[in-house]
């Protein structure tokens, strides 16, 4: 939940650029603070061990290079943890943007990704700086699922090559890429598809047993090994085969352009990474203080403000979009985080990790990469949120596969903010019909008071014979 207490403007103002806040009430309380410390940076390096492989893999399924997954984590941990509003929130890559990247890079190029993700930054930014937080607040729960669903099947599909060891691209739009699916399994290269369902069964198994063991790094150290070293002969597609060798240069500025585009073209992708990035943030800040029973309510407002930093900055270096992650900012909190430290030291061991290793990342398989992703997309769809959108009504569940499948055939703003206005139309038409039955039946009472008739009777009115069933107690007339 969000905070409560009211405060003016500038009170909100100077929250923004103070640093050591609220976030850090455990250091303030304990009287051992070096204890805080040393859980802060252990939460960290685990947390940078699960983020690694994740950030390369939703870097290649985004269309960007490997490495950009991981600088893009680190940054975003950094300027998050200093900026946020959260206590506990962990920023990178997610699922939820790997859509809208691709989409982007793929019709524009990056320049143009760099510039949206740079108008988009500005306007969270300035959602913070209003104090426009609570608004997300309306969007129906259906459509976060609906939209998540959606996402979460664009992506398994867009592994299937990567899974299946393929190496040409299959299409650009999702039923281009499901057309070609059958035709895949023909021609499927049988060791590729035995490390991908090792990478899916292995990391699915470990992350049961503890969230102290970093699965997917294990599975791609082993999946590596395995591809290199035992079936070398079998030629499985690695990373180098797509992006080359990656060297120890991770860190590059990016001048952001519109280039022969126009400015018309920039509405649909800065809506779409300014509505992901701020909805996806405040979310996870939210399950974060739910988790964790934290007493101090995330700032949705300083939130939104961090959040937009970080699209402003991480494109510049070699970055792309980045929010909070909901599985990374979960696992930060159950292996012990005691504030936003936890965020800043995790950033600074990815770098740290990736000046040694990042020239290992080459040989890395691409079927490692479809089986992560696969899982996530697995993951990301909740039997519990699914049965709950059922259990809410017809109209929920409606608008639920209405986003899911508009998210599919279109793009994740067109689906969202369609769906949201017909949520709302429909919610403005049923009330007002409602309303028109009510005045009715007032008018049809007269001037006496429906408990007056609901004490005479409960089902109908003993002076008109008007049904009163199901109004009783609900309204009077005045």
């Given at each position: 939940?969000?905070?409560?207490?009211?405060?003016?403007?500038?009170?909100?103002?100077?929250?923004?650029?103070?640093?050591?806040?609220?976030?850090?009430?455990?250091?303030?309380?304990?009287?051992?603070?070096?204890?805080?410390?040393?859980?802060?940076?252990?939460?960290?390096?685990?947390?940078?061990?699960?983020?690694?492989?994740?950030?390369?893999?939703?870097?290649?399924?985004?269309?960007?290079?490997?490495?950009?997954?991981?600088?893009?984590?680190?940054?975003?941990?950094?300027?998050?943890?200093?900026?946020?509003?959260?206590?506990?929130?962990?920023?990178?890559?997610?699922?939820?943007?790997?859509?809208?990247?691709?989409?982007?890079?793929?019709?524009?190029?990056?320049?143009?990704?760099?510039?949206?993700?740079?108008?988009?930054?500005?306007?969270?930014?300035?959602?913070?700086?209003?104090?426009?937080?609570?608004?997300?607040?309306?969007?129906?729960?259906?459509?976060?699922?609906?939209?998540?669903?959606?996402?979460?099947?664009?992506?398994?599909?867009?592994?299937?090559?990567?899974?299946?060891?393929?190496?040409?691209?299959?299409?650009?739009?999702?039923?281009?890429?499901?057309?070609?699916?059958?035709?895949?399994?023909?021609?499927?290269?049988?060791?590729?598809?035995?490390?991908?369902?090792?990478?899916?069964?292995?990391?699915?198994?470990?992350?049961?047993?503890?969230?102290?063991?970093?699965?997917?790094?294990?599975?791609?150290?082993?999946?590596?090994?395995?591809?290199?070293?035992?079936?070398?002969?079998?030629?499985?597609?690695?990373?180098?085969?797509q992006y080359g060798d990656i060297g120890k240069s991770l860190f590059a500025f990016t001048a952001p352009s519109l280039g022969e585009f126009a400015p018309a073209d920039l509405i649909i992708p800065v809506l779409s990474i300014a509505f992901i990035g701020a909805l996806e943030s405040l979310l996870s800040s939210r399950m974060a203080d739910r988790l964790a029973d934290?007493?101090?309510?995330?700032?949705?407002?300083?939130?939104?403000?961090?959040?937009?930093?970080?699209?402003?900055?991480?494109?510049?270096?070699?970055?792309?979009?980045?929010?909070?992650?909901?599985?990374?900012?979960?696992?930060?909190?159950?292996?012990?985080?005691?504030s936003p430290l936890a965020s800043i030291f995790k950033g600074i061991s990815v770098i740290v990790l990736m000046l040694f290793y990042a020239s290992y990342l080459s040989s890395v398989p691409m079927a490692f990469v479809g089986g992560l992703l696969v899982y996530v997309a697995c993951n990301m769809i909740k039997l519990h949120e699914l049965k709950l959108v059922f259990?809410?009504?017809?109209?929920?569940?409606?608008?639920?596969?209405?986003?899911?499948?508009?998210?599919?055939?279109?793009?994740?703003?067109?689906?969202?903010?369609?769906?949201?206005?017909?949520?709302?139309?429909?919610?403005?038409?049923?009330?007002?019909?409602?309303?028109?039955?009510?005045?009715?039946?007032?008018?049809?009472?007269?001037?006496?008071?429906?408990?007056?008739?609901?004490?005479?009777?409960?089902?109908?009115?003993?002076?008109?014979?008007?049904?009163?069933?199901?109004?009783?107690?609900?309204?009077?007339?005045?």
């Open positions: 939940m969000t905070r409560h207490r009211d405060s003016t403007w500038s009170e909100e103002l100077r929250a923004f650029v103070t640093f050591w806040d609220e976030r850090f009430e455990d250091y303030d309380k304990s009287k051992c603070k070096l204890l805080c410390l040393f859980r802060d940076a252990t939460a960290a390096l685990v947390v940078a061990l699960v983020a690694i492989p994740l950030g390369i893999g939703f870097s290649i399924a985004s269309g960007m290079r490997p490495e950009q997954g991981i600088i893009a984590g680190a940054v975003a941990g950094l300027i998050g943890g200093l900026c946020g509003g959260s206590k506990y929130q962990v920023y990178g890559p997610t699922a939820a943007f790997i859509p809208i990247i691709a989409g982007i890079v793929n019709r524009f190029d990056v320049p143009f990704l760099i510039l949206s993700s740079l108008i988009a930054g500005i306007l969270i930014l300035l959602l913070g700086v209003f104090r426009l937080g609570r608004f997300f607040e309306y969007v129906p729960h259906s459509i976060i699922v609906g939209f998540t669903v959606g996402i979460a099947t664009i992506i398994a599909v867009s592994q299937v090559p990567n899974v299946l060891g393929e190496t040409n691209q299959i299409g650009r739009h999702f039923l281009e890429k499901l057309s070609h699916v059958p035709e895949m399994f023909v021609n499927a290269h049988a060791h590729a598809l035995l490390l991908a369902l090792f990478t899916f069964f292995i990391v699915r198994q470990l992350n049961k047993i503890s969230v102290y063991i970093p699965a997917a790094l294990l599975s791609m150290v082993i999946c590596t090994f395995t591809a290199n070293y035992i079936w070398h002969d079998h030629l499985i597609p690695l990373v180098s085969t934290n007493h101090t309510p995330y700032n949705a407002n300083k939130e939104l403000f961090g959040q937009g930093l970080v699209n402003i900055t991480v494109p510049l270096l070699n970055g792309f979009p980045c929010t909070g992650a909901l599985a990374r900012t979960a696992t930060n909190i159950k292996v012990g985080a005691m259990k809410s009504g017809k109209l929920h569940v409606g608008l639920m596969f209405y986003t899911a499948l508009m998210t599919l055939v279109t793009d994740l703003s067109v689906a969202v903010i369609s769906a949201t206005a017909l949520y709302y139309v429909i919610k403005v038409v049923v009330e007002r019909h409602m309303k028109i039955r009510i005045e009715s039946y007032e008018h049809a009472l007269g001037a006496v008071p429906i408990t007056d008739h609901a004490a005479a009777s409960p089902e109908k009115c003993p002076q008109c014979g008007f049904q009163l069933s199901g109004l009783a107690g609900k309204r009077s007339v005045k």
